[in-house]
T-cell receptor, first 112, second 112 residues
């Protein structure tokens, strides 16, 4: 059974650019949630998608957005990148979103 | 004060030792998770608890809802247990289990 796949693994972007990260969940999982991990703030919840709808959103500015496709794959987008957006971005998939999370290996974003 | 506090922040042990990591939280919760993060970023979900105690191999997790406290124990520790252990809670009233609040993590190093 394939795990949760995040692409790309590493990314370097310049301030002001935008970036799109991808997360392919485990087959059959309908919930995909996204998290940001930084040395200063630790792990923080970004948002969750379930059946193509955003079900919950954390306290992040509108520059952070996402979507989910009919095959449950999800993308998150960060526009107008800032240096502080440098982080490890993790996604997790779950059948319903309430238990049994499987995390991806993350995308490490560096903004220069 | 963070809603989720872990102690200790860093822990060094000798192989074979019994290890305890503590997590205290200040909000009402419906579930508590213990996660393991290895260098490189990948996260593994170890336990989800809402009451009592769970055991998986050499790992034991307990929770006391009244005292708002949970512990993760590792028996007969091994160098491969070296990782960051993270406590995360789902607050009461959250409709989605994916919206978690995380502790800062405990860096465990087990020396041979």
């Amino acid at each position: 059974k394939a795990g949760v796949t995040q692409t790309p693994r590493y990314l370097i972007k310049t301030r002001g650019q935008q970036v799109t990260l991808s997360c392919s969940p485990i087959s059959g999982h309908r919930s995909v949630s996204w998290y940001q991990q930084t040395p200063g703030q630790g792990l923080q919840f970004l948002f969750e998608y379930f059946s193509e709808t955003q079900r919950n959103k954390g306290n992040f500015p509108g520059r952070f957005s996402g979507r989910q496709f009919s095959n449950s794959r999800s993308e998150m987008n960060v526009s107008t990148l800032e240096l502080g957006d440098s982080a490890l971005y993790l996604c997790a998939s779950s059948f319903t979103g309430n238990y049994g999370y499987t995390f991806g290996s993350g995308t490490r974003l560096t903004v220069v | 004060k963070n809603e989720v506090e872990q102690s200790p922040q860093n822990l060094t042990a000798q192989e074979g030792e019994f290890i305890t990591i503590n997590c205290s939280y200040s909000v009402g919760i419906s579930a508590l998770h213990w996660l393991q993060q290895h260098p490189g970023g990948g996260i593994v979900s170890l336990f989800m608890l809402s009451s009592g105690k769970k055991k998986h191999g050499r790992l034991i997790a307990t929770i006391n809802i009244q005292e708002k406290h949970s512990s993760l124990h590792i028996t007969a520790s091994h160098p491969r247990d070296s990782a960051v252990y993270i406590c995360a809670v789902r607050s009461l009233g959250e409709t989605s289990g994916s919206r978690l609040t995380f502790g800062e993590g405990t860096q465990l190093t087990v020396n041979p």
